[in-house]
Every structure is written in C-alpha cells, then in structure tokens.
C-alpha cells in the first residue's frame, strides 16, 4: 500500500519537488528559516520507503530536538499508514545512540544496564571531584570542558592529545578532573549525553556489521552537528554513503556545544558529488517579520547569503517596546496576549503564543505575571517539571531500582522521606564507598547486616530504617519486576511500581510532614507523574517495540524492560536544549529558550529582554552567534512579533539598559505601541494560519480602537507584494537589497 507519488508531492514547490525525488546519493538542502527544509525532508523520507523502496528500518533520522521528533514521526505516520513510521530509526542522535547501545553494547563491554547521567547529575559529581582532589578548576568550566573534548569526536581528540604536550597547570587539573568524572561514570556504569555520542562511534566503528542494513541517512538541522555526530552520520552511511542534510548556516547556534559550522564545507568536500537545493520562498512568516528578521541578520558582513522571498503579505509590523522594568515588561507581554486573543475573536488560542528568552533565568517576572493573570503555560526544555523535588526523588528511587549501584542517586534519596540520616553522615558513607571500591549500596548492605566498618558510625534506629525502608522493599521490587506477581497474575509493570513505591514509603505522609503548605500540589504533581508514565507504557505498546532490525550474526540484547526506557526517556527530556517533557495538547503558552525552540514556529511570538548584556549575552565569546540567536528567535513568528526589553535592570542599582545593538539600527522599522487589529490584520493572520476569520463583530466587540490603523502600513494587495517581494522590497525605512541574489557558496575552509 504505497502513497501515490502525487499524494507525497503534493503542495511542494518545484524546488523542494527536487529534493524529495533526487537520485543523487547526498543530497544537502541548504536554505533559510521558514523554507520547508524540515517540511522537503519528511516528504524525502516518505518518498525513500514508499517509492525507492527502502525498508522503513533501514532508514536512520536524526531531528535535533525531542519534540521535533515527535512531530516528524507523526507526519511521516500519516503518509505511510500501518504503523510502519515506528519501524524507522527516528530521534535525536542522543536517543538513537541510546537505542544502538541498548541493543549491541556489551559487545564493546558496555554493561546493559548503563544509566544516563544528566547534567544536573555531571554538574554534581564534578563538583565533588573538584572538592575531593582540591583541584584548582571552576566545577562548570570544568565540566563544559569535558564535553568539548568528548564532542570534538575521536580523530580531533586523539590529534589534540598529541598536540599537548606542554602542559598549562590548569589543563593538569582539568584533566584530573577528567579522568575522574570518567572513572565515576565507569563504576557507576553511567554514560552522560556526550559518552551516548562516543561510546556509539565507538560501536559502529568496531562492529560496522551493527549498521549494514542501514540504507540511508537524513539529518535535520545541519548546521549543529558536532565533530562527534559528524562521525556518527558517516558511520550510519558507511555502506551506502547516501545522506541527506538539511541546514540553514545563518541559524547556526550551538558553537558553545561545539557544534562546527565547518562540518558543513567539510561534507561538500567530502561527498564532491551533492545535490545541492536552495529553497527561496518562506512560507512561515508574514513579509514584514521575514523583512525585519533579514535586516538583523544581514548585519553579519560575513555570512553565506541565500535567497528568501516572502510569500506570504506583509502582515502586521513587528512591535518594539521599551519598558521600565523586567516586571512592567512581563505585565505588558501579559496584556497584549489578552489583547491579541480578544481581538482575533478567539480565533488565536494559547497555544499560539511563544515567549522565546536568551536564558532560562529571565523566566522568572514572566511566570509570575502569567500566574497572576491565571495564564497557563509550559516551559520547553524540561527544566520544569522533571526538576521538581517530590519528582526528582521518585526518579531517583526508580534509578536505584533499575541500578543499585548509582551512588549518587542512592545518596539523594538515603534520608527522603527522613530515616534520622544526617548530611555529614551521608558524606561520610560515600567516602567509604569511594575509597573502599564498593558502591554505596554495597556499603550499606554491610552497615545493615550489622558489619562494622571503621569509618562511619549508623545509629541502631537508621539501620532499621534503612534496612526496613529502603534496602528492603528495593530489592524486593527489583526480584517482582517482570514477574506475574499481582494478585490475578497481572504483571508488575511500571505504573504498578510506582505505585507500590508510594505507598511503601507512605509518599503522601512524607510530602504532608515535609512540605505542609503545598504537598496537595505536590501531591498533584506525583499524580501527573504517574500519568507520564502511564503514557509512555501505552505508547510503547501502541508503536511496538523499538528495536533494531536482527543482523545476521550479530546478537542484540533486547530491551524488555520497560523501567530502563522510562529513564532513558526522562533524562533525554531533562535536556535543556533538546529535550520537551511531554505535556502536549495543552492550550498553553510556551516559555522556551530560544535554543530549544530551533525548528518550531507560533503565530505570535515575544522575545523579551533584547537589550545588550541579554543578547548578545555578557559572557558569550561569540557576537555573530547570539545575532543567529536573534535571528532564530525572531523567525519562528508567522503573524505577529513583538520584541521588547526594560530600560533598567533587574538588580535593582539603577544600571541602565541599552537596546541590543542587533535591534538599535533596524529600530525605526518597527512600531512602539501593539499593533492595531483592524479587519484587514486579521485577515491576513486568519490566511497564514489557514483559519476561519471571525465574523466582524467578534473583531471589535465594542473595544476601542486603541491605535490608528496607519502604524500597520497595509498594503495587502497580494499582487502588489509580489512585485515588492521580487523587485528587492524596499523597507519602510527605505533600506533594500532584503532579498539578495542565489549567491556562491563560501571559499572551503579548513
Ligand atoms: P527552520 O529553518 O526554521 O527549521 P524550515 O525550513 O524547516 O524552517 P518548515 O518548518 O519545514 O521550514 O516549514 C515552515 C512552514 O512552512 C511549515 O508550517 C510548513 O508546513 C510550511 N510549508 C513548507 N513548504 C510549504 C509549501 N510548499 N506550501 C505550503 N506550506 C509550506
Ligand atoms: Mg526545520
């Protein structure tokens, strides 16, 4: 049952036509934000199996986010029908190395059950490294360092160790400190984000076998790949060295990832035979936001131009708008979502709004001010929900199940709920397991079997405790686990787990006594989690297992257990940058940082705090990086956008605030007051969206137009856009040349 080649076509303009259907082994699409880059290589993965006839297991995809991936398997659903999507090797390339080790790492010694350790958890093991060994080093300089070794990937890493040989003092202590973290790791059998990369390149090198059958590779987002996952792709096309890279080099933002632009030049060289395809027209944004978002990034002298011409009209011009503060900024950001819903008639919904941040820290004033209007939101990245304590410490029970042996987890949850275990105790008792070679768990199993050790003294009463309340009932969910143990023979499966967890430790009690004043949220929030999982355990039956296709020859351990999944798919949510917690389907407005919000688009979009020390941030290294940055943010608005930052800052000393100098030369071409939603904005927000406009008495519902309708200069006449689109588009502030002819690629470099 394969898609009429029409029906995979279908809406594609030529360009992107030549794109899906190319019989060239590489193909790169390079081409600007809004193009369809994402929109082509769905289609191309769909016209690979459906017309080429790949089998859907032999394709590997990689997106760079969590939610994109989603997303992608979704609509690649729809066109392959029989569940067949599941079968393709879909995900970021984190949880597609995940899956690889899953299924052949003990063929490089790996141990089955590794963990993952996040970055919360790295952040706090170097930590304590840094203390143990008194080693001269900041634990986060150290840490980011360590993952730019690992990124670089293996060949740049071993020519750098040849490279080194005279020795700065710090480096010595950086690589103390290295070597730690990875002994820690090892013990511990934990791989953090970066070793998921290596320990996968790794893999494949030594057993190619793992990937002969894969017929081809497609990856999304390009321009951010790293050395590592430079590597990883060759190693996925290794057979058939057929690829397919989609990439825009103006929304090149993770450099401080060690993402390497080069990889770019590097692969147009490498594979001299790429079709290449530049796509020209946006299709996402109105003409006034791709005009001013042009204007910004045209600033960087040294850039690859392309082509991007609006298809759209021109729409509504972006806001600017100075404030006092960072809280009349969040208050104002809060009225004119309620404006823009009310005056679109509710024909834009919560959902439709995004507020993109530089960094996570400027949440703060927005979150209050949406919570006091009783606004709902989400926050992208994870960081919100997973990072709440009474989850956290259920993850951390259900890590400990899964690997007895991860101390540090062990150690978070040894008092919670409260077993009369101090801080200094606690200490006191992993020393004993470091310096001993044992795991804390062993430790403590010594402790209750009432071994005396020399170094760390347990009263009577936490022995019990700890034997009772936690060594106990731990060992003894791991042992049902997998087990018919229920009272009719039913499974213990993973919610049951959680749920037996709860009421061994009396959960609801614990939160009552420790937290009295919220444990009811709290309590919700353990509610929610158990909903989480209940949707991941429905969704692995519904897609089927994940597993990799057999190889002859080869063993594969199969995954059964679905505890070890549940985790892994936690901590590849918890990341920051490309993780997504789960919580779909809600009308909610997004925060989202700008980085993890890469790929994604909203009709209306806020980018708060563009004054400079925000972005460009004060310790970024790189200026045309946080420019991207602006760039990105302000391309994923399709109707309306609103930029905006408060003269002084949130410190409180009086220090005022300058507009960020990427915003100070385009300002005059944006309004300062909120756009006026006249009938004709309306219309044209109701068309890019492909909605129904609302009868016009919803539009105006007896509020007052507060503002004078010329500030939008509307022409919409669609044929006079097009003439402007192609003639180069004169701004408003009579500035051209927005739409720049198909230039040369860049001389190769490197
Ligand atoms: P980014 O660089 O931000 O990732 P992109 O190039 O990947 O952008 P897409 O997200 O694929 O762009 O597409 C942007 C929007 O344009 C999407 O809503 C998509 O559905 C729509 N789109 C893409 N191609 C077409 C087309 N030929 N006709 C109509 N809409 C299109
Ligand atoms: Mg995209």
């Given at each position: 049952s394969s898609t009429p080649k029409h029906a995979i076509l279908h809406g594609l303009n030529d360009a992107q036509r030549r794109a899906v259907t190319s019989d060239a082994a590489t193909v790169a699409i390079l081409a600007g934000p809004g193009s369809g880059k994402t929109h082509t290589l769905t289609a191309r993965v769909v016209w690979l199996v459906d017309?080429?006839?790949?089998?859907?297991?032999?394709v590997v995809v990689a997106t760079f986010t969590v939610k994109a991936a989603r997303e992608m398997k979704e609509r690649i659903g729809r066109a392959l029908?029989?569940?067949?999507?599941?079968?393709?090797?879909?995900?970021t390339f984190h949880s597609i190395a995940r899956r690889y080790l899953a299924a052949y790492g003990r063929h490089i010694g790996?141990?089955?059950?590794f963990g993952i350790a996040d970055s919360d958890d790295s952040r706090a093991i170097i930590t304590r490294i840094c203390k143990r060994f008194q080693l001269s080093v900041d634990a986060a300089a150290a840490r980011a360092w360590i993952s730019k070794q690992k990124a670089k990937g293996t060949e740049a890493a071993s020519a750098a160790a040849r490279k080194d040989?005279?020795?700065?003092p710090g480096q010595r202590d950086l690589e103390t400190c290295y070597r730690e973290y990875q002994r820690y790791l090892e013990t511990s059998n934990l791989l953090d984000y970066d070793d998921l990369l290596v320990r996968c390149v790794e893999l494949l090198r030594k057993f190619p076998s793992c990937v002969s059958n894969v017929q081809t590779v497609l990856i999304d987002?390009?321009?951010?790949?790293?050395g590592v996952q430079y590597e990883l792709m060759k190693l996925f096309a290794q057979r058939h060295q057929r690829i397919t890279i989609v990439g825009d080099p103006d929304q090149s933002i993770y450099g401080w990832r060690?993402?390497?632009?080069?990889n770019l030049w590097r692969l147009l060289q490498e594979f001299p035979s790429t079709d290449e395809v530049s796509l020209e027209e946006?299709?996402?944004?109105?003409q006034s936001i791709l005009h001013l978002s042009l204007l910004v990034i045209q600033q960087d002298k040294k850039r690859y131009q392309k082509a991007l011409k609006p298809?759209?009209?021109?729409g509504s011009r972006p806001v600017l708008r100075k404030l006092k503060s960072a809280a009349t900024e969040a208050e104002w950001i809060v009225s004119e979502i309620r404006r823009a819903i009310a005056m679109s008639g509710s024909m834009l919904?919560?959902?439709d709004i995004a507020i993109l941040l530089r960094?996570?820290?400027?949440s703060r004033h927005i979150e209050s001010s949406l919570g006091k209007a009783g606004i709902a939101y989400r926050m992208v990245g994870g960081f919100k929900f997973y990072d709440r304590a009474e989850i956290k410490t259920l993850l951390d029970y259900l890590r400990v199940i899964h690997q007895p042996e991860n101390n540090d987890a062990l150690a978070r949850i040894?008092?919670?709920?409260?077993?009369?275990?101090g801080e200094v105790t606690i200490k006191s008792l992993l020393e004993e397991a470091e310096t001993s070679g044992l795991s804390l768990w062993a430790v403590l199993s010594k402790h209750c079997r009432?071994?005396?050790?020399?170094?760390t003294k347990l009263t009577k009463h936490a022995e019990q405790r700890l034997s009772g309340g936690l060594l106990r009932p731990l060992t003894d969910i791991r042992r049902r686990?997998?087990?018919?143990?229920?009272?009719?023979?039913t499974p213990f499966g993973l919610v049951q787990m959680i749920e037996h967890l709860l009421s061994v430790l009396s959960f609801e009690k614990h939160l009552l006594a420790s937290h009295p004043d919220d444990h009811e949220q709290r309590w919700a929030n353990v509610q929610e989690f158990i909903s989480l999982a209940a949707d991941f355990v429905r969704d692995l039956d519904r897609s089927g297992d994940d597993f990799l296709p057999e190889i002859e020859g080869l063993q594969q351990t199969?995954?059964?257990?679905?505890l070890p999944r549940f985790l892994a798919n936690v901590s590849l949510a918890s990341?920051?940058?490309?993780?997504?917690?789960?919580?779909?389907?809600?009308p909610l407005v997004t925060i989202s940082t700008i980085h993890a919000a890469k790929g994604l688009e909203w009709p209306v979009v806020f980018v708060p705090a563009v004054y400079n020390g925000s972005i460009p941030?004060?310790?970024?290294?790189d200026g045309d990086e946080e420019r991207r940055l602006l760039y990105v943010a302000m391309t994923r608005a399709q109707c309306l956008l609103y930029l905006s930052w408060p003269?002084?800052?949130?410190?409180?000393?009086g220090e005022r605030n300058e507009l960020s100098p990427f915003v100070a030369p385009v300002?005059?071409?944006?309004?300062?007051?909120?756009?006026?939603?006249?009938r004709p904005v309306m219309g044209e927000v109701a068309r890019i969206l492909q909605r129904k406009l609302p009868?016009?008495?919803?539009?105006?519902?007896?509020?007052?137009?507060?503002?004078?309708?010329?500030?939008?200069?509307?022409?919409?006449?669609p044929e006079h856009s097009k003439q402007e689109a192609s003639a180069g588009f004169n701004g408003e502030?009579?500035?051209?040349?927005?739409?720049?002819?198909r230039a040369k690629r860049p001389r190769l470099q490197g």
């Amino acid at each position: 049952s394969s898609t009429p080649k029409h029906a995979i076509l279908h809406g594609l303009n030529d360009a992107q036509r030549r794109a899906v259907t190319s019989d060239a082994a590489t193909v790169a699409i390079l081409a600007g934000p809004g193009s369809g880059k994402t929109h082509t290589l769905t289609a191309r993965v769909v016209w690979l199996v459906d017309h080429v006839g790949f089998r859907p297991e032999d394709v590997v995809v990689a997106t760079f986010t969590v939610k994109a991936a989603r997303e992608m398997k979704e609509r690649i659903g729809r066109a392959l029908g029989n569940g067949r999507e599941n079968k393709i090797v879909l995900g970021t390339f984190h949880s597609i190395a995940r899956r690889y080790l899953a299924a052949y790492g003990r063929h490089i010694g790996l141990d089955q059950k590794f963990g993952i350790a996040d970055s919360d958890d790295s952040r706090a093991i170097i930590t304590r490294i840094c203390k143990r060994f008194q080693l001269s080093v900041d634990a986060a300089a150290a840490r980011a360092w360590i993952s730019k070794q690992k990124a670089k990937g293996t060949e740049a890493a071993s020519a750098a160790a040849r490279k080194d040989a005279a020795k700065l003092p710090g480096q010595r202590d950086l690589e103390t400190c290295y070597r730690e973290y990875q002994r820690y790791l090892e013990t511990s059998n934990l791989l953090d984000y970066d070793d998921l990369l290596v320990r996968c390149v790794e893999l494949l090198r030594k057993f190619p076998s793992c990937v002969s059958n894969v017929q081809t590779v497609l990856i999304d987002e390009y321009q951010d790949t790293n050395g590592v996952q430079y590597e990883l792709m060759k190693l996925f096309a290794q057979r058939h060295q057929r690829i397919t890279i989609v990439g825009d080099p103006d929304q090149s933002i993770y450099g401080w990832r060690s993402a390497e632009i080069r990889n770019l030049w590097r692969l147009l060289q490498e594979f001299p035979s790429t079709d290449e395809v530049s796509l020209e027209e946006n299709y996402r944004s109105s003409q006034s936001i791709l005009h001013l978002s042009l204007l910004v990034i045209q600033q960087d002298k040294k850039r690859y131009q392309k082509a991007l011409k609006p298809v759209h009209n021109r729409g509504s011009r972006p806001v600017l708008r100075k404030l006092k503060s960072a809280a009349t900024e969040a208050e104002w950001i809060v009225s004119e979502i309620r404006r823009a819903i009310a005056m679109s008639g509710s024909m834009l919904t919560h959902n439709d709004i995004a507020i993109l941040l530089r960094s996570a820290s400027l949440s703060r004033h927005i979150e209050s001010s949406l919570g006091k209007a009783g606004i709902a939101y989400r926050m992208v990245g994870g960081f919100k929900f997973y990072d709440r304590a009474e989850i956290k410490t259920l993850l951390d029970y259900l890590r400990v199940i899964h690997q007895p042996e991860n101390n540090d987890a062990l150690a978070r949850i040894m008092n919670v709920p409260r077993r009369g275990i101090g801080e200094v105790t606690i200490k006191s008792l992993l020393e004993e397991a470091e310096t001993s070679g044992l795991s804390l768990w062993a430790v403590l199993s010594k402790h209750c079997r009432g071994e005396r050790t020399a170094k760390t003294k347990l009263t009577k009463h936490a022995e019990q405790r700890l034997s009772g309340g936690l060594l106990r009932p731990l060992t003894d969910i791991r042992r049902r686990v997998g087990e018919a143990s229920g009272p009719n023979g039913t499974p213990f499966g993973l919610v049951q787990m959680i749920e037996h967890l709860l009421s061994v430790l009396s959960f609801e009690k614990h939160l009552l006594a420790s937290h009295p004043d919220d444990h009811e949220q709290r309590w919700a929030n353990v509610q929610e989690f158990i909903s989480l999982a209940a949707d991941f355990v429905r969704d692995l039956d519904r897609s089927g297992d994940d597993f990799l296709p057999e190889i002859e020859g080869l063993q594969q351990t199969k995954e059964a257990e679905v505890l070890p999944r549940f985790l892994a798919n936690v901590s590849l949510a918890s990341d920051a940058q490309t993780g997504d917690d789960g919580q779909e389907n809600k009308p909610l407005v997004t925060i989202s940082t700008i980085h993890a919000a890469k790929g994604l688009e909203w009709p209306v979009v806020f980018v708060p705090a563009v004054y400079n020390g925000s972005i460009p941030h004060v310790r970024a290294e790189d200026g045309d990086e946080e420019r991207r940055l602006l760039y990105v943010a302000m391309t994923r608005a399709q109707c309306l956008l609103y930029l905006s930052w408060p003269v002084f800052g949130s410190n409180g000393n009086g220090e005022r605030n300058e507009l960020s100098p990427f915003v100070a030369p385009v300002s005059g071409s944006f309004l300062d007051k909120g756009p006026c939603f006249d009938r004709p904005v309306m219309g044209e927000v109701a068309r890019i969206l492909q909605r129904k406009l609302p009868p016009e008495s919803t539009i105006f519902g007896g509020l007052p137009a507060l503002f004078n309708p010329e500030d939008n200069l509307f022409p919409v006449d669609p044929e006079h856009s097009k003439q402007e689109a192609s003639a180069g588009f004169n701004g408003e502030d009579g500035r051209s040349g927005v739409v720049v002819p198909r230039a040369k690629r860049p001389r190769l470099q490197g």
